[in-house]
């Protein structure tokens, strides 16, 4: 090709921010649109936890592979965004502890380094923890915060030439003859002007909103918005994340963040991704089931309570039964429509194997034989997006 290909992202949350530094990596022209700022979305209410696969390990061991593995390249590429704590464990009851076993093995079969501790000595290393829980285990968790996250992503992409059109809101693909796609139709929220985008590739990065996208184009793609309550509070009465020794379930985990900490969460099915009030019932059994595993959280004192939806693949009615995977959708290998490739699925610990996997596919549809360098080079500090 005789000038650079252009590539436009929709969504400037986790993916379509490492996507975008991916990509200019690789040599694209690449333009980041989103209706909102930078991780508005989903991404930036996430509770924050840098996944070691330990919650994933029985029933989703691929998950939990995936978490691990980028755990530890986020931990090397962006040492300024994460708190590289390690997390707990515990069983409460006797049905937890008939859980450990699973626990360990499927641990064992994903590789995940685990560490049990005898409940006095957990107690004397994190004080605040239930006291009379009956089993503890360490695992390499970690925290992140969600907006530095995607800021370091959107600066490294910054750097390599990668622009971003923030509050302009996709409003329709521009398409060919052949129904294929060939640019975004814009209207810019600041200026209330629109405007068609013309791309050699238009990347759909939203989330729980990538079938909204895609039938923008009459494609479909299996996402399934499941959102969640979560509940965060003005002290920090903890050092590590802590998960409950059991089946994913609501109110299984309690995380540090910075000087907050946040419990979390609830999983339920929405039709309306842009309108999911915060339930008060689910906060209130947010706060009951963190205080099982810090018990003066009953004490704490609220900051606030809210919601993200996440964007799970396959159509069960049953969102807990749903991988946290993530799947790339290129639509002219599907449904015979080219120009758009979808994104979607995974965890904020993944979204860095998401871009290159999305990257990959862009890159070989596209005709360019760059890999991927993501994996090793540093990100930009985060502070660097707004130095200019």
Known sequence: MTSRPRVIIIGAGFTGCATAHDLALRGCEVVV??????????????????????????????S??????????????????????????????????????RFLEGAEACHIPVEEVPVQKALEMEPALNPEMKAACLVPDGVFEPLRLALSFAASARDRGASF?????????????????????????????????????VVNATGAWAGKIAELASLTVPVQATPGVMVAFEQ???????????????GDIVIPQRRMMVV????F???????????????????ERGAELVPAINQAR???????????????????SLSRTFECFDHQASEGIGGLVTITGGKATTCRAMAEQTADVVCRKLGIAAGCETREIPLA????????
């Open 33 to 62: 649109v989103d209706r909102g700022d930078i991780a508005s979305g989903t991404s930036g209410r996430t509770h924050g936890l840098l996944h070691s696969g330990g919650r994933y390990c029985v029933d989703d061991q691929e």
């Open 64 to 101: 939990a592979v995936e978490c691990l593995q980028e755990n530890t390249i986020l931990r090397k590429i962006a040492p300024g965004c994460i708190e590289p704590n390690g997390g707990w464990f515990i069983a409460l009851n006797d049905e937890d502890l008939a859980y450990r076993s």
């Open 165 to 201: 059109r923030l509050y302009c809101e996709v409003e329709g693909l521009c398409v060919d003859g052949q129904g294929n796609v060939t640019g975004v139709c814009l209207v810019d929220h600041k200026t209330g002007q629109r405007q068609e985008l013309g791309g050699d590739m």
């Open 236 to 250: 920090r009465l903890i050092n590590r994340p802590v998960n409950r020794l059991c089946a994913p379930a609501d």
């Open 264 to 267: 979390g969460t609830t999983s």
């Open 269 to 287: 099915s929405v039709e309306d991704m842009d309108y999911v009030p915060v339930d008060e019932e689910q906060v209130a059994m947010m706060v």
């Open 302 to 320: 609220q900051r606030s309570a809210y919601m993200s939806s996440r964007p799970l693949i396959g159509s069960s009615q049953e969102a807990r």
């Open 381 to 388: 500090p985060y502070r660097q997006f707004y130095s200019d």
